[in-house]
């Protein structure tokens, strides 16, 4: 079975200053991997996912990310934030096993609380 | 309109209610599925549909149970509430129809449910 570890529960950062929020899965076989966002009293949005090729992937709104299979990592990066970044960052891995019990199912880690101060 | 709803968005109720939340979309989609989120828990899965004849359990069915009633229409039911099923419950849809594994998930605004 697949999981997710998202290092931090919160970050709090400065505007305009460079952010990560740290993302780490587990799984046996291939991964697809996602990031989304949740707004404040909003349900969530896609930002980016990773499914072959380049393992650096550009979203919306900035942010990227680093699919780091050694490392088993999909970190999300944005180089200077906004306050209007300010939300609740989730990262989830679905599983490429046709036919299986998983098949096609998101496993969401715990999700970053990202606070932008002025 | 928005493509994904959800009714009600807020609803307190008391232990032991039945109780049903609602999910409407308009996408076409065949696979819907019924989330919870809980502080520090993220979302986990509680039900999901991948067509009208198709449902099954997530990590955490028990307590709950699922009607789809159309491709369209997708709805959770809490037999006898609890207290500890307060959380803000999210419906969600996804395309199947080739590669269900690399689908993005569009989700509804969520319900905030307590139980008192």
């Known amino acids: 079975a697949q999981s997710v570890t998202q290092l931090d529960s919160q970050v709090p950062v400065f505007e305009e200053a460079p952010v990560e929020l740290r993302c780490n899965y587990s799984?046996?076989?291939?991964?697809?991997l996602f990031w989304y966002v949740q707004y404040p009293n909003q349900g969530l949005q896609l930002l980016l996912k990773?499914?072959?090729?380049?393992?650096l992937v550009k979203g919306i709104n900035g942010f990227e990310a680093e699919f780091n299979k050694s490392q088993t990592s999909f970190h999300l990066r944005k180089p200077s934030v906004h306050i209007s970044d300010t939300a609740e960052y989730f990262c989830?891995?679905?599983?490429?096993?046709?036919?299986?019990?998983?098949?096609?199912?998101?496993?969401f880690g715990q999700g970053t609380i990202l606070t932008v101060h002025p | 309109d928005a493509d994904v709803t959800q009714t009600p968005r807020n609803r307190i109720t008391k232990t032991g209610k039945r109780i049903m939340l609602e999910c409407s979309q308009t996408?076409?989609?065949?696979?819907m599925y019924w989330y919870r989120q809980d502080p520090g828990l993220g979302l986990r899965l509680i039900y999901y549909?991948?067509?009208?004849?198709?449902?099954n359990k997530g990590e955490i069915s028990d307590g709950y149970s699922v009607s789809r009633q159309a491709q369209a229409k997708f709805s959770l039911s809490l037999e006898s509430a609890i207290p500890n099923q307060t959380a803000l419950y999210f419906c969600?849809?996804?395309?199947?129809?080739?590669?269900?594994?690399?689908?993005?998930?569009?989700f509804g605004p969520g319900t905030r449910l307590t139980v008192l």
């Open positions: 799984s046996s076989v291939s991964v697809y």
């Open positions: 549909s991948f067509d009208v004849k198709d449902i």
């Open positions: 969600a849809t996804s395309d199947s129809r080739y590669y269900p594994e690399r689908d993005t998930q569009y």
């Open positions: 990773y499914l072959s090729g380049s393992t």
């Open positions: 989830a891995v679905s599983v490429g096993e046709a036919g299986g019990t998983s098949y096609g199912k998101l496993t």
């Open positions: 996408k076409g989609h065949d696979r």
